[in-house]
């Protein structure tokens, strides 16, 4: 017997056993009952009624509900379940906190007696859904277990809400079963539960035979079906049955097979199975075959195994941080069920009327109202449409190992990336308002006479009168030697972005000469704010990068104030190769290295004349990918764009900081000092965002 044979004989041991159940899988049940799901149409109590018309809406929809309870009887069911929110309170609760003590225990009760009764008449089980106020004072999403009689056997408390459910409702600490005479043992979960695998487990290893499901959603993030194959992934990695009631549509019954043994029509329609509840969990494998494979999966189990399971802070929690709190999360889900989608439709109503200007507000409003919201996600997509696209987006580039810039002479003349672009400015005109723009990080035109705005400051800022467009005040830092290094002024922004943009306006003293460093952006540790800059002479380690633009001087070989570069410390620096330092590594054009190269032109900034500088950083997209990038403007024209580098090791390190800066330092050493005893730089109308900025519109 040659292997081949051997491998085909096992194969077929496998397989028979697996053949036989699914041939067996008809035999007649031993205890057959008639089970119902519904997908009620969407019956929302409107959330700017007051408390005493809200129970009337809640009256109206709980008495076309008691249609499909009867109906569910005609057609002798024995159980029925209805989707979550099942009285259609949801919105009306979260736009009324303050008033849904007022309404929820009325409703409750009122839908627990009409609800029950109707179930009672046709001796009916019946599983209904509400948020509901507890005797603890706290709200909770709840699932309600009536018996045949219409009274209540038992409630769930859901356990997983949502981030921005758990916001404003308490969870529930524990999953309750319950035993009767014909259904096995029942037990119910409410919508996003099923999402979490363990919450399924958990009532299978409780004895649960059958789960009655409420909800408004399949049991995976994702698209196309994957939902409804989480679902059947559910039932069969239990062995139990899933009675699924979904509002709209979606109703079905899954067998611990994971077979969809029915679904519900149109709407208000009902899935109807004839089920044995404690039937088809037959399987195996070719040595050991059993009629409920319960008995071996849960003793298959290695619970010792587990215990990261029930840990409250596992280690991938530190790597996939959240930026809104429950609390935070919950409000805008409130806001977003009610006058948010109001606040849409208004939004996309400017659009089709023509007004683009005062659209592209409202949705740039909405964004920053409504984060991580599909109204945000909407908003975003709609701006995208109305707004010209980032013009790094717009630029053709070939990300390598290595940083290269895409340079855009030669293009001019062909009508293709003449570095000219549209940004967030053209909205704002003089910047008025632009602080409170969604994309907008900071923002200051130093009116205020002072640095409150900034998180730190230090050595010498003075306001002055000198404006390059409109106000009246800017910010000096003069550098004078023998008494200081210059000044800076520091502002954070935790936590920050993936991409960044800071936009400034400059001028250089007409005696200008040098600095050391200049304007930066950074990325830093949430636990040191520090960490962004690193250290001279030190390759960064994955705790930080940065980038500065700034000139670059170097006495006689270029005027005064320098070459316009960006200044650079990321993962795969080059290091000074005399020194074996890492002093970080400049970025001219053509490409980066110490110098502009032959035949290159070199951007030398004007003295005494203000100019709109700007510049960005685009974190790479995963830890082995080298496809980040940087680029700047000068007077709204790109002078540079280096693509290929890879600046973090780190997908939660976001460029979090701007660093407003005039530094030099002092060598002791005449025959080394290149810059005189005082040179000031002045600075105005700076600007950090998500995306291109671009010159103040006058």
């Known amino acids: 017997m040659n292997i081949k044979m051997r491998l085909g004989w096992f194969v077929s041991l496998l397989t028979f056993p697996l053949l036989v159940s699914v041939a067996g899988a008809g035999a007649a049940p031993t205890n057959t009952v008639r089970v119902a799901?519904?997908?009620?149409?969407?019956?929302?109590?409107?959330?700017?009624?007051?408390?005493?018309?809200?129970?009337?809406?809640?009256?109206?929809?709980?008495?076309?509900?008691?249609?499909?309870?009867?109906?569910?009887?005609?057609?002798?069911?024995?159980?029925?379940?209805?989707?979550?929110?099942?009285?259609?309170?949801?919105?009306?609760?979260?736009?009324?906190?303050?008033?849904?003590?007022?309404?929820?225990?009325?409703?409750?009760?009122?839908?627990?007696?009409?609800?029950?009764?109707?179930?009672?008449?046709?001796?009916?089980?019946?599983?209904?859904?509400?948020?509901?106020i507890e005797t603890d004072g706290a709200t909770y999403n709840t699932a309600f277990l009536l018996g045949r009689d219409g009274k209540e056997i038992g409630r769930y408390h859901k356990v997983c809400p949502t981030w921005p459910e758990a916001g404003v409702r308490q969870r529930g600490s524990s999953f309750p079963v319950f035993p009767t005479p014909d259904l096995g043992t029942a037990a119910m979960l409410i919508c996003y539960d099923l999402v979490v695998p363990e919450t399924a487990r958990c009532l299978a290893l409780a004895g649960a035979d059958i789960i009655f499901f409420p909800t408004m959603g399949g049991a995976a993030?994702?698209?196309?079906?994957?939902?409804?194959?989480?679902?059947?992934?559910?039932?069969?990695?239990?062995?139990?049955?899933?009675?699924?009631?979904?509002?709209?549509?979606?109703?079905?019954?899954?067998?611990?097979?994971?077979?969809?043994?029915?679904?519900?029509?149109?709407?208000?329609?009902?899935?109807?199975?004839?089920?044995?509840?404690?039937?088809?969990?037959?399987?195996?494998?070719?040595?050991?075959?059993?009629?409920?494979?319960?008995?071996?999966?849960?003793?298959?189990?290695?619970?010792?195994?587990?215990?990261?399971?029930?840990?409250?802070?596992?280690?991938?929690?530190?790597?996939?941080?959240?930026?809104?709190t429950r609390q935070e999360s919950g409000r805008i889900m409130a806001r977003a069920l009610t006058v948010g989608e109001e606040e849409f439709k208004r939004a996309d109503g400017l659009v089709g009327s023509g007004k683009t200007d005062e659209a592209i507000i409202a949705f740039e409003r909405l964004r920053q109202a409504y984060p991580a919201t599909w109204i945000d996600r909407r908003s975003q997509e709609r701006l995208a449409q109305l707004i010209p696209r980032d013009p790094v987006e717009e630029m053709r580039s070939n990300s390598t190992n290595r940083a290269e810039f895409v340079s855009l002479s030669g293009r001019?003349?062909?009508?293709?990336?003449?570095?000219?672009?549209?940004?967030?400015?053209?909205?704002?005109?003089?910047?008025?308002?632009?602080?409170?723009?969604?994309?907008?990080?900071?923002?200051?035109?130093?009116?205020?006479?002072?640095?409150?705005?900034?998180?730190?400051?230090?050595?010498?800022?003075?306001?002055?009168?000198?404006?390059?467009?409109?106000?009246?005040?800017?910010?000096?830092?003069?550098?004078?030697?023998?008494?200081?290094?210059?000044?800076?002024?520091?502002?954070?922004?935790?936590?920050?972005?993936?991409?960044?943009?800071?936009?400034?306006?400059?001028?250089?003293?007409?005696?200008?000469?040098?600095?050391?460093?200049?304007?930066?952006?950074?990325?830093?540790?949430?636990?040191?704010?520090?960490?962004?800059?690193?250290?001279?002479g030190l390759k960064p380690n994955g705790a930080y990068y940065s980038t500065g633009m700034e000139p670059w001087f170097a006495w006689g070989k270029n005027p005064p104030p320098g070459?316009?570069?960006?200044?650079?410390?990321?993962?795969?620096?080059?290091?000074?190769?005399?020194?074996?330092?890492?002093?970080?590594?400049?970025?001219?054009?053509?490409g980066p290295g110490k110098g502009t190269a032959a035949g290159a032109a070199r951007i030398i900034p004007p003295l005494n004349q203000w100019q709109c500088w700007e510049f960005m950083i685009q974190a790479n997209t995963a830890p082995d990918k080298a496809d980040g990038k940087q680029a700047m403007w000068v007077d709204g024209k790109l002078v540079g764009e280096f693509t290929g580098i890879r600046w973090r090791n780190d997908l939660d390190l976001k460029v979090n900081c701007f660093w407003l800066q005039h530094y030099g330092y002092d060598e002791g050493d005449p025959t080394k000092q290149s810059w005189k005893d005082s040179q000031s730089v002045w600075f105005d109308d700076v600007v950090v965002a998500r995306r291109y900025v671009g010159p103040m519109k006058r």
């Open 412 to 536: 001019a003349d062909q009508g293709e990336g003449r570095g000219e672009a549209v940004g967030l400015s053209v909205k704002y005109p003089g910047d008025a308002g632009i602080a409170g723009d969604p994309d907008v990080f900071f923002a200051d035109n130093f009116e205020s006479g002072d640095m409150k705005k900034w998180d730190q400051q230090r050595g010498r800022v003075v306001f002055a009168g000198d404006k390059p467009n409109s106000g009246r005040w800017c910010v000096q830092m003069p550098m004078e030697r023998g008494q200081n290094h210059g000044g800076d002024a520091i502002k954070w922004f935790l936590p920050g972005a993936d991409a960044v943009y800071a936009r400034f306006y400059v001028k250089f003293s007409p005696d200008y000469q040098y600095n050391h460093h200049f304007a930066c952006l950074g990325a830093n540790q949430r636990t040191n704010k520090w960490s962004a800059f690193g250290k001279a």
């Open 221 to 324: 993030i994702g698209d196309d079906d994957i939902g409804v194959q989480a679902l059947r992934v559910r039932a069969a990695e239990n062995f139990i049955w899933l009675v699924v009631a979904q509002r709209g549509n979606g109703a079905m019954i899954i067998s611990p097979q994971g077979k969809i043994v029915a679904q519900a029509d149109g709407p208000d329609g009902l899935a109807i199975a004839d089920i044995d509840p404690c039937g088809q969990r037959e399987g195996g494998d070719a040595l050991n075959w059993q009629r409920d494979m319960r008995a071996r999966l849960f003793r298959e189990r290695n619970p010792e195994a587990f215990r990261i399971l029930t840990d409250t802070n596992p280690p991938v929690l530190a790597k996939v941080p959240i930026d809104l």
């Open 563 to 590: 070459e316009v570069n960006l200044y650079a410390y990321y993962l795969d620096m080059e290091p000074d190769r005399k020194m074996d330092k890492y002093w970080g590594n400049g970025f001219f054009p053509p």
């Open 37 to 132: 799901a519904a997908q009620a149409v969407r019956r929302v109590v409107d959330f700017r009624l007051k408390p005493v018309e809200a129970l009337a809406a809640v009256e109206k929809n709980l008495a076309e509900l008691e249609r499909i309870v009867e109906r569910a009887g005609e057609a002798k069911c024995d159980a029925l379940v209805l989707p979550e929110d099942t009285p259609g309170l949801l919105n009306w609760v979260g736009a009324n906190e303050s008033r849904a003590e007022d309404v929820l225990p009325k409703a409750v009760n009122r839908m627990i007696d009409r609800l029950g009764s109707a179930a009672a008449r046709n001796k009916m089980y019946l599983v209904v859904c509400s948020d509901m």
